[in-house]
């Protein structure tokens, strides 16, 4: 497995803004986890990416 390459990440999804800052992908702010799921499931279908949880409020859509 090679070095973490950011142009994999196509967005992140939470539900605490003070939890991201920068970057270079869109971030997508929810309303509540349940609202955060929905929102990361349908990027990932729509890019053919997987969802990883950080398990801090923030989701990571990856195209692996």
Known sequence: ???LRAEK???VVTTDKEKVTGGGVPVFLAGDRQEAENTALLI???MGAMVHDL???CLLVVVH
Do not use: D, H, L
């Open 1 to 3: 497995m090679g070095p």
């Open 9 to 11: 990440i196509v967005a």
């Open 44 to 46: 990932a279908r729509i």
């Open 55 to 57: 398990e801090n409020g």
